[in-house]
């Protein structure tokens, strides 16, 4: 069983989840866990693993188009140093407000986030219309290629830009920046929206089934990030298979001008949303591939 297998039966089980995050009303709440070696490792500084915590839910509300309100956080560690690094971690985060949580012993270290936000039109991944073009909020590439360079860290001796590169891409694997200010000037924009977390191919798939659609983009059109292309890794997997970029992935009837104009800042169109069900890429099936907690 696979992970999308088991979100289809939480589905079934519990009809009020939302997307990316519920619905409550004008409330948004998500949840998010982080684990020791499966998020992160025993060598990633604390003071990253605590603000990613919170990244990752405001990435969650971002894509629901929320105001960021307050959060709860349980920790669960081995020894009480590592429970006080990330607490102290945490009491310097300014991006929400951290309201209450929980504390406990465990075989290894765990941080679990809810956060609650705020949206009066929140965004759904169930509207993309025929017609609609598709974007992404940024380039893409950066998380998986600071994945690469975490476990296969360059010699000294490496070329200065290469050294750069890799150090640029690590920060934004450890330290993610959520797209919150424009997840909420999406709202009433944009038609429907996700979070890039799982990888383009995989987020792209879970969009256009909400939406009972399909979608077709090009490969010369999203944007990479900046280097990539000299850094030896394999860049078509990075962009399209790589996890946790936490751009917000999202469809709008409105040209990239026009848009990128409404909301302020650069916006990149990758292709469209139609009829015919399934993704494509250069008119061929693009397959998800992207993270899969469960999947072989």
């Not at 003071?47 to 960021?68: C, E, H, Q, T, W």
Request: charged share 25%; proline share 6%; glycine share 8%.
């Amino acid at each position: 069983m696979s992970e999308a297998d088991l979100l289809a039966r939480i589905r079934e089980l519990f009809p009020r989840a939302g997307d990316d995050a519920a619905i409550i009303g004008e409330h948004v709440i998500t949840n998010d866990v982080l684990v020791e070696d499966v998020d992160f490792t025993a060598a990633t500084p604390l003071p990253f693993v605590a603000r990613k915590s919170i990244a990752v839910n405001l990435s969650d509300l971002a894509a629901m188009g929320a105001k960021p309100l307050y959060a709860v956080v349980a920790i669960g560690s081995p020894d009480e140093e590592k429970a006080r690094t990330l607490i102290e971690a945490l009491g310097k985060e300014r991006r929400i407000e951290i309201v209450g949580g929980d504390l406990s012993r465990a075989a290894k270290l765990f941080v679990s986030v809810t956060a609650i936000g705020e949206a009066k039109q929140p965004l759904l991944r169930s509207g993309a219309r025929r017609g609609d073009r598709l974007y992404v909020s940024r380039p893409l590439g950066a998380a998986a290629a600071g994945l690469h360079f975490e476990r296969h860290p360059l010699p000294p001796t490496a070329p200065y830009l290469l050294r750069e590169l890799a150090e640029s891409a690590v920060r934004r694997h450890l330290d993610p920046e959520p797209e919150t200010e424009l997840g909420i000037r999406l709202a009433g924009i944009a038609t429907a929206c996700i979070d890039i977390s799982d990888g383009l191919s995989s987020d792209l798939h879970h969009l256009v089934e909400a939406s009972a659609a399909g979608a077709e983009i090009e490969r010369q059109r999203i944007p990479i990030f900046p280097g990539l292309e000299q850094s030896g890794i394999d860049v078509r997997n990075a962009v399209l298979h790589g996890g946790e970029e936490f751009a917000l992935l999202f469809t709008s009837s409105l040209r990239e001008s026009e848009l990128s104009a409404r909301v302020g800042r650069p916006v990149y169109a990758i292709g469209r949303i139609v009829e015919q069900q399934g993704v494509r890429l250069d008119g061929e099936p693009l397959a998800p591939r992207g993270w899969d907690h469960f999947g072989r």
